[in-house]
């Protein structure tokens, strides 16, 4: 494949959800046949974009499919987190192997997220639908401007502080591109720790990843190299949304025709994308999805406010 | 080259992470081949889904009869709750992971970390039993 090739599949998820939405819309919902297909191909074109977007997946998938296909947003959370979950158990191995991510580090990280993450499902799963949709579509809004505005910082520093030293909050990596092997410590422990708490929240409200603010808050508050944030995110979900896709799990609000054509999509799409990410013009593509998901964002905001049901 | 002080414990939990993640995404593609095959009836037959699939969880639920915490093993010979398992294992595959990596933390003297690792399995296991599942 092209990199034009990885733009198309950009544009191609939009024009997929855009079909999806008006045949759902026509009254053709009834064939339960095709949603399974269309799942599969929406998530693989979704694993694409989303690993040269440099997102997770579920920032994209719930809102797209909870906004334009027919499934109750319930479902759609759901099937979010556990794809995201799978995405993320797939990469995992690898990163550890390389030491880009940090078992050390993730830990209290992902304790705090998982705890919070817990609570945030159990809200979420028990607000009305319309506030959930509502929120979730200002939200996905606020990531895309988040994710136009916000520079990673590639070389980081500075001194780890008490807790840091404690938790050894440390690690190094062999950099290809540089040539040479990276150490790396992290700061500012305690605000991380609060920070991850703060996002496993709202990924349990909404179904999301939440690699979109992971990133962020390893690369430029705690000070992590972005190769190691990128890879720590990763495992960080893994870790977080296994405590929020069981209440979602024990609430019956996973159904299978949605959630695992979804997650066999992404994560083959992923590793497409995953091989794509050097020849693609990221930055292209990242923009794609920032307009993805505004438009996703304000039909999820219209559809909650009952303006475009 | 020399090893980063976590490498016992971050390698084993790779290990174990990667059997985990193939044998869940293997349990998910063949449970998913025999939902929509038909080869195997579900619970609740497909082509009753669209008239329920955009209700919320509640009414679903009582539409269709179907079972809520860990109520789908005992349906788990229907081809739609048979993916239960796969993404079951998906969401716990973390647990023996993190639990493999206790005994390498301890051996280098790592208690702290050996720490978070049996509370993170402790969170897993609350939300995983069921306690805490929600309701409008």
């Known amino acids: 494949m092209k990199p034009s090739?990885?733009?198309?599949?950009?544009?191609?998820?939009?024009?997929?959800?855009?079909?999806?939405?008006?045949?759902?819309?026509?009254?053709?919902?009834?064939?339960?046949?095709?949603?399974?297909?269309?799942?599969?191909?929406?998530?693989?074109?979704?694993?694409?974009?989303?690993?040269?977007?440099?997102?997770?997946?579920?920032?994209?998938?719930?809102?797209?499919?909870?906004?334009?296909?027919?499934?109750?947003?319930?479902?759609?959370?759901?099937?979010?987190?556990?794809?995201?979950?799978?995405?993320?158990?797939?990469?995992?191995?690898?990163?550890?192997?390389?030491?880009?991510?940090?078992?050390?580090?993730?830990?209290?990280?992902?304790l705090a997220g998982s705890v919070a993450s817990t609570a945030g499902a159990v809200v979420g799963l028990s607000l009305p639908t319309a506030v959930v949709q509502t929120a979730l579509g200002v939200t996905v809004m606020a990531v895309a401007l988040l994710l136009w505005m916000t520079k990673s910082a590639e070389n980081v520093g500075g001194e780890s502080d008490a807790l840091g030293e404690l938790l050894r909050l440390r690690g190094e990596f062999d950099d290809p591109s540089l040539g040479r092997r990276i150490d790396w410590k992290t700061h500012r422990t305690i605000t991380g720790v609060a920070s991850f708490a703060g996002i496993g929240f709202f990924g349990g409200?909404?179904?999301?990843?939440?690699?979109?603010?992971?990133?962020?808050?390893?690369?430029?508050?705690?000070?992590?190299?972005?190769?190691?944030?990128?890879?720590?995110?990763?495992?960080?979900?893994?870790i977080i949304n296994s405590s929020a896709a069981w209440v979602y799990i024990n609430r019956g609000a996973v159904m299978p025709l949605v959630a695992v054509p979804s997650l066999l999509g992404i994560s083959l799409g992923s590793r497409l994308g995953a091989r794509l990410l050097r020849i693609t013009p990221a930055a292209v593509v990242r923009r794609i999805v920032i307009v993805v998901m505004l438009i996703a964002g304000v039909r999820a905001l219209l559809r909650g406010l009952g303006v475009w049901p | 080259m020399r090893p980063p002080p976590d490498d016992d414990a971050q390698q084993v939990y790779a290990r174990w992470l990667d059997h985990g993640t193939k044998l869940a995404l293997a349990v998910s593609v063949i449970a998913l081949f025999l939902y929509l095959s038909g080869a195997l009836a579900p619970w609740v037959p497909l082509e009753s889904l669209p008239r329920v699939w955009s209700l919320p969880v509640e009414q679903f639920l009582e539409r269709t009869g179907a079972p809520s915490g860990w109520g789908?093993?005992?349906?788990?010979?229907?081809?739609?709750?048979?993916?239960?398992?796969?993404?079951?294992?998906?969401?716990?595959?973390?647990?023996?992971?993190?639990l493999r990596a206790i005994p390498c933390f301890l051996r280098r003297g790592e208690r702290l970390q050996a720490a978070?690792?049996?509370?993170?399995?402790l969170v897993l296991a609350a939300a995983a039993s069921g306690i805490f599942t929600g309701g409008r």
Request: charged content about 5%; glycine content about 10%.
């Open chain 1, 5 to 110: 090739s990885s733009l198309r599949a950009a544009l191609a998820l939009a024009a997929t959800a855009w079909c999806a939405s008006a045949w759902a819309a026509a009254g053709e919902a009834q064939a339960w046949w095709i949603w399974p297909a269309v799942l599969f191909v929406l998530t693989f074109l979704l694993g694409i974009v989303a690993v040269i977007g440099g997102i997770g997946g579920g920032v994209l998938f719930v809102p797209i499919v909870g906004s334009f296909l027919p499934f109750h947003l319930d479902f759609v959370r759901g099937a979010g987190l556990v794809l995201a979950l799978a995405g993320t158990l797939a990469a995992a191995p690898l990163l550890l192997r390389s030491q880009l991510a940090n078992l050390r580090l993730v830990l209290p990280l992902a």
């Open chain 1, 205 to 238: 409200v909404f179904g999301l990843g939440a690699g979109f603010a992971n990133v962020p808050a390893l690369n430029l508050l705690m000070g992590a190299p972005l190769k190691v944030a990128v890879a720590s995110s990763g495992l960080i979900i893994s």
């Open chain 2, 72 to 98: 789908w093993i005992r349906l788990a010979g229907y081809s739609d709750y048979l993916n239960y398992a796969g993404i079951a294992l998906f969401a716990l595959v973390s647990v023996p992971c993190l």
């Open chain 2, 116 to 121: 978070l690792a049996a509370a993170q399995v």
